[in-house]
């Protein structure tokens, strides 16, 4: 009863019938997962969405119709609690940004490997924010100009460590990875990653990332 209560339950949205049926294959088939239903078009999604108790959508960015993005917004503004993340083939970072800006709180590129993709769900559950290294490092290169005068403050607020750790969000590490990498354990980082949102005033990765690499520049 226990396995089934953690479950994280997902949902799909994905015109390309390939792609939604090899992806609801993988979840179905994953430990810890329940797969709830998957949409050909972000209209049937808004229709019949709010009656699954999604925890986590998959969202593809082109949809025939309304746009994934437009999508994004109509299900944040009715299903607040909803986290959404963006399957693309694309590295566009306009669409990233208008994404983003739209309430996803994902993006990953639908060549991610399974496994990853998995890991950045059970992420995403947890409060995290998952971007493909690639994506990562596009956002990342629109802040690259030095921060406007008074965030250097903000930045100071942090200690070495968690500068350290947002530096390796920034580039798309998840949490195990980041552990893996800084020999901490997973724990330990959400700890840390916890403490910088509090310091810079933050709930997720992009606003965090926006801080300390530039904030107001359009993202």
Do not use: W
């Not at 049926?21 to 209209?43: K, Q, T």
């Not at 229709?47 to 437009?70: H, K, N, Q, T, Y």
């Amino acid at each position: 009863m226990n396995s089934l209560i953690s479950r994280i339950r997902v949902a799909l949205v994905e015109d390309d019938r390939p792609v939604r049926e090899g992806l609801e294959s993988l979840v179905r088939g994953a430990e810890g997962f329940e797969f709830v239903g998957a949409f050909s078009s972000a209209e049937e999604a808004l229709a019949r969405l709010p009656e699954l108790a999604a925890d986590i959508v998959l969202m593809d960015i082109r949809l025939p119709g309304m746009s994934g993005i437009e999508c994004i917004a109509q299900l944040k503004s009715r299903l607040s609690r909803i986290q959404i993340m963006m399957l693309t083939v694309f590295e566009d970072h306009d669409r990233i940004f208008q994404s983003l800006a739209a309430g996803a709180s994902g993006y990953l590129l639908k060549q991610t490997p399974q496994e990853k993709l998995l890991e950045a769900i059970r992420e995403l559950s947890q409060g995290g924010s998952p971007m493909s290294a690639q994506i990562a490092r596009r956002v990342v290169e629109t802040f690259q100009n030095p921060p406007p005068p008074g965030d250097e403050e903000m930045a100071a607020r942090l200690s070495p460590r968690e500068t350290e750790i947002i530096r390796l969000l920034a580039k798309g590490f998840l949490y195990k990875e980041i552990a893996d990498q800084l020999r901490l354990s997973v724990e330990t980082v959400r700890t840390h990653i916890h403490n910088i949102y509090e310091k810079l005033h933050v709930r997720t990765r992009t606003e965090a990332v926006m801080k300390m690499f530039g904030r107001d520049r359009g993202f």
